[in-house]
């Protein structure tokens, strides 16, 4: 079977319609229309999945273009090989190498079509220069000649071009076109398109069955080849409800032979990485992001999203935000398609699994975290990831604390994303989000864990502001009696840092807190330069004191001699009575 043409004269070819009756999609016709006539773009590029109605608008549009006599001439050619029409049928394709459309080009604007290639390059190039004219390529992802795309980017890439192209493609072929994707019909315009074909086949009562009508829209996902494919079915079953069935089940026959029909060429021109993403769609359901699907592959975020921005580019992926927040957001027959191929992929399924059992430390078989309840994922993946941040491997442990942030609103998730975020060497990103969830846990009267105090004090007074610096000391101080592995000289450092500031209640309260405690020891070697300065005795207040001669009690290991503290305090306890210190 070969092409038809709805008109083809001197100058004018245009291809006839795969329908009899075009309907809807008038905005895109709009839309498409004004980059045309209005805009500087030279090449326009339509894309979607197979089926959606790229050809369709692609007709359509120029058979307007033609009524309103917008183009000195039109050209329109098609590589397309194969047609749905209830099983996959082949057909011989307008074109597919670059002599072929030379010589179909030539033959539309009266140019000496048997001329060398060579020069039918040069002369149809001078003539899309000179006229104001258009040329239709349909299914450009069937073409295999690189040198037609190669020459097309070349001609129409020149500025004083006066010609436009128009292709329409279910696969990218980097020709630096303008992309304007065509979305699956809305659902006035499918139900329209629906009862057409319900009726020319025959099938006259379906309103009788509303419910199965409503089926069948949403399993096609409204895409238009699918819609007549249902109603093709119809001409052949007694009810809707049987067609619903058959679309929707996995074994049908046909089914896998059609979702191959539109889906295949596009899936095909996938990278590597950007398969394993969509496939990971039909496992995740409505855990798939980007978050989800980095840890199952091991893979960076960043890379990631770079495939899931790809799957939209080529309309795989419906555009963020129109209906689902969480989940893949594709039509369901893609999904359907998706997720055949995941069941065909063994090795990806297997490593996917090994992958989250090391990430998870557990045995168990596929779908684990995804099956458990959210209390109990967010804490295997907050366990999880501290284990990671303690082995250094931050991007990991990121990774999972930001997947658990996804099932809780605990502003502690929050904190500790900052705090993995600074030990990676994001300072400034990790200290503000430390701070903000530390704000928000105060608002709900929650305490941080002394380790984070004492971790976000440290932060603070190394990379915060000056002004900052007494805020930093309070957590310091709060939390270094309730932590075993502060060392003698952060107790030495800090403490000087507060004398310095001359804060001594914070001192004060540290020996406090520490009474009966070995490691007052610290805290007194850390002062032992100051015991005798009567400033310092002034400050530090005769409470304080009393606490350091409780160490003569007590053989806390000191490195000085007992002496010399009892000399030492000996001489506080007189310049204190000297001064009537109370």
Request: include cysteine.
């Amino acid at each position: 079977m070969g092409y038809s043409y709805d008109l083809d004269i001197p100058f004018f070819r245009l291809l006839s319609p795969h329908c009899d009756r075009f309907i809807g999609r008038l905005q895109v016709i709009q839309n498409v229309h004004n980059l045309l006539v209005n805009t500087r773009f030279p090449i326009i590029a339509l894309d979607g999945v197979g089926g959606v109605g790229k050809s369709a608008v692609a007709i359509e549009l120029v058979k307007v273009l033609y009524e309103a006599k917008s183009f000195d001439f039109i050209v329109s050619l098609s590589a397309k090989n194969k047609v749905w029409d209830s099983h996959i049928k082949t057909r011989r394709a307008g074109f597919s190498g670059m002599a072929e459309m030379l010589r179909e080009i030539a033959k539309v604007v009266t140019v000496d079509f048997q001329k060398d290639p060579d020069e039918l390059k040069i002369e149809i190039a001078t003539f899309f220069e000179d006229y104001k004219g258009l040329l239709l390529l349909d299914n450009i992802e069937e073409i295999q000649d690189q040198g037609i795309f190669d020459y097309l980017e070349n001609v129409f890439g020149r500025p004083d071009v006066k010609s436009k192209v128009l292709v329409t493609s279910r696969t990218d072929r980097s020709l630096g076109a303008k992309a304007v994707s065509i979305p699956e019909m809305s659902d006035n315009e499918a139900r329209e398109l629906l009862y057409y074909e319900l009726r020319k086949v025959g099938y006259a009562d379906f309103l009788d069955e509303s419910f199965y009508l409503d089926e069948i829209l949403s399993v096609t996902g409204k895409l238009p080849l699918a819609l007549k494919w249902a109603a093709s079915l119809a001409g052949d079953s007694t009810s809707l409800k049987s067609v619903s069935q058959l679309l929707r089940s996995a074994n049908y026959g046909n089914k896998k032979e059609f979702l191959n029909f539109c889906y295949a060429t596009m899936y095909d021109a996938l990278s590597p990485l950007s398969k394993e993403v969509a496939l990971l769609g039909a496992y995740l359901g409505e855990e798939w992001n980007a978050l989800s699907v980095s840890l199952a592959l091991d893979k960076p975020v960043s890379d990631i999203e770079d495939s899931i921005q790809d799957l939209k580019n080529k309309g795989l992926l419906l555009a963020a935000g129109i209906r689902k927040e969480r989940g893949l957001n594709v039509l369901p027959l893609t999904l359907d398609f998706l997720a055949s191929k995941w069941a065909e992929n063994s090795k990806l399924r297997e490593r996917v699994n090994n992958n989250f059992i090391e990430l998870l430390a557990s045995n168990d078989s596929e779908g684990l975290i995804f099956q458990w309840p959210n209390d109990k994922k967010v804490s295997i993946l907050q366990s999880r990831t501290i284990e990671f941040a303690d082995k250094k491997d931050y991007e990991k442990s990121l990774r999972l604390i930001r997947l658990a942030a996804q099932y809780s609103p605990d502003n502690y998730l929050l904190f500790l994303q900052g705090k993995i975020a600074y030990q990676s060497g994001r300072i400034q990103d990790g200290l503000s989000q430390m701070r903000i969830a530390s704000e928000k846990l105060d608002e709900q009267a929650i305490d941080l864990p002394y380790d984070d105090v004492f971790f976000l004090g440290k932060a603070i007074s190394g990379h915060g502001l000056a002004s900052e610096e007494k805020e930093a000391l309070k957590m310091l101080f709060k939390a270094m009696p309730h932590i075993k592995t502060v060392t003698k000289q952060e107790f030495a450092e800090f403490i000087y840092r507060a004398i310095q500031m001359q804060d001594f209640g914070l001192i004060k309260d540290l020996i406090n807190a520490m009474l009966k405690e070995p490691r007052l020891i610290y805290v007194v070697e850390g002062l032992w330069n100051y015991l005798e300065d009567e400033n310092f005795i002034n400050h530090l207040g005769p409470d304080a004191c009393a606490a350091l001669e409780q160490l003569v009690e007590e053989d806390y290991g000191i490195t000085f001699s007992k002496k010399e503290l009892l000399v030492k305090l000996g001489k506080v306890e007189g310049l204190m009575n000297s001064r009537k210190v109370k």
